[in-house]
């Protein structure tokens, strides 16, 4: 499986609730760079899975207008994701070639650490809008392989 992981672009800094924090004038400049990149690339995916969380949402509305994938909201990717619990929902979708993960740090550091067999995500960190591809051989630590990491700034 072609497992692409896209961090949440930037969020305003001001809201009620975290939860409710949208993305900013740059954020929403983001989101649509790196909709049009995977357009422009050929990136497909068969679903687009996106964290429930407002920022995360409306990147992958972005994504998912593009591509015209079809996108599923789903509780596991909030804030707080584990990756033994990722693999674990992500077995629902063992038939799809590709799909779309787009959700937060640190979460997303400490998936590809696991994915790719590192004991230690501190050397990892996923900037906002950051794009990364892990090939995903099994459904277990270390079965990943990293096939390229983007920062949005270089999209």
């Known amino acids: 499986m072609q497992l692409y992981l896209l961090r949440h672009a930037n969020a305003d800094t001001i809201a009620a609730k975290d939860d409710d924090r949208p993305l900013s004038e740059k954020g929403l400049a983001q989101a649509e760079r790196v909709a049009r990149f995977c357009q422009e690339k050929g990136l497909e995916a068969s ?4 964290s429930p969380i407002l920022r995360a949402d409306q990147t992958a509305r972005a994504l998912a207008k593009r591509l015209r994938s079809r996108l599923v909201i789903v509780p596991w990717l909030a804030c707080g994701m584990r990756p033994e619990e990722a693999l674990k929902e992500l077995l629902a979708y063992a038939q799809e070639s590709a ?20 004991a230690d995500s501190d050397a990892i960190h996923i900037r906002k809008g950051s794009l990364i591809l892990i090939e995903l051989e099994d459904f277990c630590a270390g079965a990943g392989c990293l096939k390229f990491s983007l920062p949005c700034q270089l999209i």
Request: no cysteine; hydrophobic share 60%; proline share 4%.
């Open 47 to 50: 679903f687009i899975l996106s």
């Open 99 to 118: 799909i779309f993960l787009v959700g937060h740090e640190p979460d997303f550091s400490e998936l590809v650490a696991y994915l790719l067999g590192f």
